[in-house]
């Protein structure tokens, strides 16, 4: 498997559990402050750059290693980017995250994410930055 196989089956879990098409995984570089596209569907290029930057609530989730989600900050203002955004979710080792899973639109007939939806995410958190670093570990052996 490569690198992008993980994301994509990421990718592949949130469309088909969550429903979003429109999902983005960003590689994050804890020592240089950065992030880098890892893998991506249904997502504007401008968007994908923007959110690369690190700002808004993709960098507090890196940052602070804790997931953000949109409804959950009704009152805090959002960037352009952030428009259509449900989750930004990272991806830790331990403590350490290694990247963050962004969540945008939902289906038209899903108001919001349930439970089911929070407790996908919170798994994915962990399980799926563990996949990844496997599949980068087997990489480079």
């Known amino acids: 498997m490569e690198q992008n196989q993980v994301f994509e089956a990421i990718g592949e879990i949130i469309g088909n559990l969550i429903g979003s098409e429109e999902v983005a995984i ?3 570089c804890a ?13 504007a290029e401008e968007i994908l750059r923007q959110f690369a930057l690190g700002v808004g609530l993709v960098g507090r989730a890196a940052h602070e290693g804790a997931s953000q989600f949109r409804h959950r900050r009704p009152a805090a203002p959002l960037l352009p980017c952030e428009e259509n955004l449900t989750a930004c979710v990272p991806l830790k080792l331990d403590r350490k995250v290694i990247g963050v899973i962004v969540v945008l639109g939902l289906p038209p007939q899903k108001s919001g994410l349930e439970w089911a939806d929070f407790e996908l995410l919170k798994f994915l958190e962990t399980y799926g930055a563990v996949a990844a670093e496997l599949q980068r570990l087997e990489k480079d052996t």
């Open 26 to 28: 960003f590689r994050y």
């Open 31 to 43: 020592t240089h402050q950065t992030f880098s596209r890892a893998w991506s569907t249904g997502v």
